[in-house]
T-cell receptor, first 111, second 114 residues
């Protein structure tokens, strides 16, 4: 089976940096995705990691350590529009690249 | 841009009714998925399909069935709706051309069973 853990809620200040952690236990690991979901909207793809290390994409970066079963999403220069839920999802080998999602981290950006 | 369209944003049905949720994608994706999303439980996979007429159970298939008669359309069926099926339902699709392409989601259907 698979187990994915991420904090339920976080609060950060506009302009700051926030790190959202995700730990996972899985067999047949085949990559980790981060999605952003604003309230009442569809999840949208942010990043994908399959090798160890940091992937940078503008204000957002994602890190993976396969040996530790650990990932984080780093958001820099926070903006109010970054207030959303951030979903960590693990892909496993098999048909159709199924994803198993964590319960999500709700981030509140304040002034 | 990938477009995944779900037939209804909001739906209210009664206990015991047969309910159909429709999903259409316009990117010729092989894979399609149905999830439900509940507070504190996250996204949970109900069924998925990797080809026309092919379907596989996800983590919580009980009380649901699916149909994929055409590549672009994936339907979720609640055979006899119950109140514990009140939830947000999300459809997604992805391609098999490259491994681990992201899933693209529809806007969701908020279903209430009374």
């Amino acid at each position: 089976g698979q187990n994915i853990d991420q904090p339920t809620e976080m609060t950060a200040t506009e302009g700051a940096i926030v790190q959202i952690n995700c730990t996972y236990q899985t067999s047949g690991f085949n990559g980790l995705f981060w999605y952003q979901q604003h309230a009442g909207e569809a999840p949208t793809f942010l990043s994908y990691n399959v090798l160890d290390g940091l992937e940078e994409k503008g204000r957002f970066s994602s890190f993976l350590s396969r040996s530790k079963g650990y990932s984080y999403l780093l958001l820099k220069e926070l903006q109010m529009k970054d207030s959303a839920s951030y979903l960590c999802a693990v892909s496993s080998y098999g048909t159709a690249s199924k994803l198993t999602f964590g319960t999500g981290t709700r981030l509140q950006v304040t002034l | 841009d990938v477009k995944v369209t779900q037939s209804s944003r909001y739906l209210v049905k009664r206990t015991g009714e047969k309910v159909f949720l429709e999903c259409v994608q316009d990117m010729d994706h092989e894979n399609m998925f149905w999830y439900r999303q509940d507070p504190g439980l996250g996204l949970r996979l109900i069924y998925f399909s990797y080809d026309v007429k092919m379907k596989e159970k996800g983590d919580i298939p009980e009380g649901y069935s699916v149909s994929r008669e055409k590549k672009e359309r994936f339907s979720l069926i609640l055979e006899s709706a119950s109140t514990n099926q009140t939830s947000m339902y999300l459809c997604a699709s992805s391609t098999q051309i490259y491994s681990n392409q992201p899933q693209h989601f529809g806007d969701g259907t908020r279903l209430s069973i009374l």
